[in-house]
């Protein structure tokens, strides 16, 4: 599903590079958490495997696309395939809860008739039937987050990148929402969430990859949070 291959990416102006010979290989259908103190270079990661930056050298392919030689007319389709989740929820706040997912369906040319049934039943599957009518600011942080995650099921992505989603939740609300990703994962979308929430990877017990400076020092089956000492 994601292969990185030697990747260096070094942004412009910059004297250090923000990755620095990456080697990772996620497989269809794991969950994997990016884990690394800040400036570590997790959101690069996540920016590269959604196009938004290029690789400096080396090679990455996702979903089954060269992004070292993509055609821009080409990236739509990628990121169509690909599902994000991000910190800061990203809702579109003067738009409704069901218009805020049922937006992509229409940008995508689905008909009215395919949105009415797609955004009650992604709404159902995040636990917020019912609250179509409401505005993002009339909802908990916890809540929007299910907003922006049926946002990105309503597209049954293959693939499913997650950066800092729990940043602006509470424990609890945290820990519902990525039981949400493992559902999401164990009805077979591949799952990568970069995290800092020590306490919900060592709940989960998943495949660790942690990051210092720019390279990949641990990457462990079923891993622990382990901060550094
Ligand atoms: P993390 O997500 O782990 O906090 P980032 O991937 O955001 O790490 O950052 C990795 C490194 O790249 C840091 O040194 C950061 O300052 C640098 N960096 C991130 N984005 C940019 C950018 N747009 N321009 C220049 N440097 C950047
Ligand atoms: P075509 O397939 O006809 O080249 P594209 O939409 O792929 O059409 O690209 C249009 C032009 O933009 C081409 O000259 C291509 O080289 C250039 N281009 C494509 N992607 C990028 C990119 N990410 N950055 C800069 N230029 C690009």
């Known amino acids: 599903m994601i292969r990185f291959d030697h990747v260096v990416k070094t942004y412009p102006r910059s004297t250090r590079p923000a990755l620095d010979g990456i080697d990772l290989t996620v497989e269809a259908g794991e969950f994997v958490f990016l884990v690394g103190p800040s400036g570590s270079g997790k959101s690069t990661i ?3 495997a959604l196009c938004e930056e290029k690789v400096t050298s080396g090679g ?18 990628l990121r169509r395939e690909v599902g994000t989740v991000f910190q800061d929820f990203r809702l579109l706040p003067d738009k409704t809860v069901g218009q805020n997912v049922a937006y992509v369906l229409h940008v995508l040319g689905e008909t009215p008739e395919a949105v009415r049934s797609a955004v009650p039943a992604a709404l159902e599957t ?5 609250l179509e009518h409401r505005l993002p600011h009339q909802l908990s942080g916890g809540e929007q987050q299910r907003v922006a995650i049926a946002r990105a099921l309503v597209r049954r992505p293959t693939l499913l990148l997650a950066d800092e989603p729990t940043g602006n939740l509470d424990p609890r609300t945290s820990l519902e929402l990525v039981r949400l990703l493992e559902e999401i994962n164990a009805s077979g979308t591949t799952v990568v969430m970069a995290t800092h929430d020590d306490r919900i990877v060592d709940t989960l017990r998943r495949r660790v990859v942690q990051l210092e400076a720019g390279r990949i020092v641990r990457d462990e089956a079923a891993g622990l949070y382990l901060r550094a000492p």
């Open 126 to 130: 995040v636990g917020l039937a019912g």
């Open 46 to 48: 996540v920016r590269l």
């Open 60 to 77: 990455l392919t996702v979903a089954g696309r060269d992004l070292t030689t993509i055609r821009r007319r080409n990236v739509p389709a």
